[in-house]
């Protein structure tokens, strides 16, 4: 089964900043990466698949990167509703596995 | 508008099964796979298995196998869920999710989830 692992588990930012969280593949998932943001008592909302590409009406503060085994989420200045917990979900090979999450939380 | 609207909360006892429903509307129905996530409490989220609405093809993770069965219904639009000898460590949230056939885009629309609750 493949490991997906975020880095890190919490990341403290303040408001207007840049946040960057990170995604590793225990092997090579090419571009088959989504991210997805859960807020509390709410379904998982989809950002971002084929690892950079945004889902229909995301903002543009919102941009994924890497391809293989590493891959990057940055929202580039963090607004007050973009403080959640973030996946990373592979879907390149069967089962499909998240990521443990990032908790972004306002500094 | 696109709709996945799953069925309400259920509580069982150690050893029984839960059949969970989601119906889907505002879209072709046969044209989106049905993935099923679950989320324990406090917990991240576990993908557990997908049917495609069409053929009623399914792939279920190796850990339910054999507890976990997805069905369909092309008739009402609706994708059923069942997980059977249930234990403690299945009280979770469940949620339904569809994916386009094809390339996949990501799980687009998530119903609003199901809390599963198994206690004796």
């Known amino acids: 089964e493949m490991l997906m692992t975020q880095s890190p588990a919490t990341l403290s930012v303040s408001p207007g900043e840049r946040a960057t969280l990170s995604c590793r593949a225990s092997q090579s998932v090419s571009s088959n990466l989504a991210w997805y943001q859960q807020k509390p008592g709410q379904a998982p909302r989809l950002l971002i698949y084929g690892a950079s590409t945004r889902a229909t009406g995301v903002p543009a503060r919102f941009s994924g990167s890497g391809s293989g085994t590493e891959f990057t989420l940055t929202v580039s200045s963090l607004q007050s509703e973009d403080f959640a917990i973030y996946y990373c979900l592979q879907y390149n090979n069967w089962p499909y596995t998240f990521g443990q999450g990032t908790k972004l939380e306002i500094k | 508008q696109v709709q996945l609207v799953q069925s309400g909360a259920e509580v069982r006892k150690p050893g029984a099964s839960v059949n969970v429903s989601c119906k889907a509307s505002?879209?072709?129905?046969?044209?989106?796979?049905i993935h099923w996530v679950r989320q324990a409490p406090g917990q991240g989220l576990e993908w557990m298995g997908v049917?495609?609405?069409?053929?009623?093809?399914?792939k279920y993770t190796q850990k339910f196998q054999g507890r976990l069965t997805m069905t369909r219904d092309t008739s009402t639009s609706t994708i059923y869920m069942e997980l059977s000898s249930l234990r403690s460590e299945d009280t979770a949230v469940y949620y339904c999710?569809?994916?386009?056939?094809?390339?996949?885009?990501?799980?687009?629309?998530w119903g609003q989830g199901t809390l599963v609750s198994v206690s004796s």
């Open positions: 505002g879209y072709t129905f046969t044209s989106y796979y």
């Open positions: 999710a569809r994916d386009v056939l094809g390339a996949s885009r990501g799980f687009d629309y």
């Open positions: 049917i495609n609405p069409g053929g009623g093809s399914t």
